[in-house]
């Protein structure tokens, strides 16, 4: 039925860059997304899946595309919560195609075809969306309608991407005024493991989801639609240590989904035995040893961060599930909450971030008083500077008024 084969097994798989037919996405482009509506049953054509712009045929082998996917899913018990959980499942679904590699989420996608299942014939959107069409009615059995459009033409990208944004942060500023202490069930993920297999999302009011794509909402909303699926409640449980954020109902599913390969988690520090990271962050926040506190480097920034390294190669000290004292992989988002690396000092310990990450979270900075606190990467070029940077302008976290 498909020209390449179909199914979990090709989960985990990565296609190196040389080794792409195309790539979509990815840091190379500014607008590229996925978004999915609940929309009314009449305005949803089933099955149907459209291209608007060019196909992969119609591309030279190693091009690189920006991509915007837009899916509109109706059904009678369908609620506009679910949107999110049905996004995320764009990244596991795409994952099932043999030499098909998705990577993040909302507009941070990423996706390369690998030349082998290009050449078996897989040349077309348009069978990506027959498989994902396929996929989310089989898996998900209260989705009555379904339909895909892929846009590939630039300057469509980049009008969708734009009206979507607005949508993400609708559905983040949801969660505002709620806390963890109000609350009895955190949700938990696990949907990465077959990339991390002992990662193991714990999402908590405060504490969105490391890939930015499950709040506590989402989570709770995706439990109530499929309790069999990769999102779960976590009962809190007592709080152990209310410095460090450990929950005994936290550490206890952990466990269970990590199958035992770690057991405690501090739910908001980077330091002491903190939440695992899969691969899927939006950022990464890093400690540096030279000033004692954190830089943060996102995927987006292709430059070298402040420590001298580019995000892959944090990346790749920071993912795979494992707890790693100094590397927190997290979504941009969670510099908003309130309880953001509580343990260890919060944003009076940020000392480095990239300047559109900045400009993302100027509101909060700005309230903190660290708006002209933080050094970018137009301020400083390495550790040397940086000191001599915080030294300048008093960052609180060097004169020791944190
Ligand atoms: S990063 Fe976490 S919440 Fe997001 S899909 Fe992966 S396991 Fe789930």
């Not at 500014?30 to 049953?41: G, I, N, S």
């Not at 830089?295 to 070298?304: A, M, Q, S, T, Y």
Request: aromatic share 10%; proline share 3%.
């Amino acid at each position: 039925m498909f020209s390449v084969d179909v199914g979990p097994q090709y989960e985990g798989e990565t296609v190196r860059k040389e080794d792409f037919q195309i790539e979509f996405g990815g840091p190379k482009h500014k607008f590229k997304a996925e978004w999915v509506t609940v929309t009314p049953a009449d305005e949803v054509e089933d099955e149907k899946v459209e291209i608007i712009g060019k196909d992969i045929k119609d591309f030279e082998e190693g091009a690189s595309v920006p991509i915007f996917i837009k899916i509109a899913v109706a059904g009678e018990q369908l609620e506009k919560d679910m949107e999110p959980v049905f996004e995320r499942r764009v990244h596991m679904y795409i994952n099932y195609i043999e030499g098909f590699w998705h990577m993040a989420q909302r507009d941070e996608i990423w996706m390369r075809l690998h030349k082998d299942s290009f050449k078996k014939g897989l040349n077309s959107l348009e069978e990506i969306g027959k498989v994902l069409v396929m996929l989310y009615k089989n898996e998900l059995s209260i989705i009555e309608k379904i339909q895909i459009t892929f846009i590939t033409d630039p300057e469509k990208v980049e009008k969708e991407v734009l009206e979507a944004r607005k949508v993400y942060k609708e559905r983040d500023d949801r969660l505002k005024g709620i806390t963890e202490e109000e609350v009895d069930e955190f949700y938990g993920c696990s949907l990465c493991q077959s990339f991390a297999p002992t990662h193991v999302c714990v999402v908590t009011p405060e504490r969105v989801s490391l890939c930015g794509a499950i709040n506590w909402f989402d989570g709770r909303a995706a439990y109530k639609m499929d309790p069999e699926g990769p999102q779960f409640a976590v009962q809190k449980g007592d709080l152990l240590d209310a410095e460090k954020f450990i929950y005994s109902g936290v550490n206890a599913i952990v466990a269970e989904k990590s199958l035992g390969a770690n057991s405690v988690f501090c739910l908001h520090s980077a330091l002491e035995t903190p939440h695992t990271s899969c691969g899927c962050f939006q950022a990464i926040c890093f400690y540096i040893p030279e000033v004692d506190a954190f830089g943060i480097v996102h995927r987006d920034f292709l430059g070298e961060a402040v420590n001298g390294q580019k995000f892959s190669g944090i990346a790749g000290e920071a993912s795979g599930g494992r707890q790693n004292e100094g590397m927190l992989g997290m979504a941009i988002s969670y510099m908003r909450s309130k309880k953001f690396l509580k343990t260890d000092g919060g944003l009076k310990r940020i000392v480095w971030l990239p300047k559109s990450v900045k400009e993302q979270v100027k509101d909060v900075l700005e309230e903190a008083g660290m708006l002209d606190k933080i050094a970018t990467e137009e301020d400083v070029k390495n550790v040397d500077e940086l000191t001599e940077f915080l030294n300048r302008v008093g960052h609180p976290w060097v004169t020791g008024q944190a």
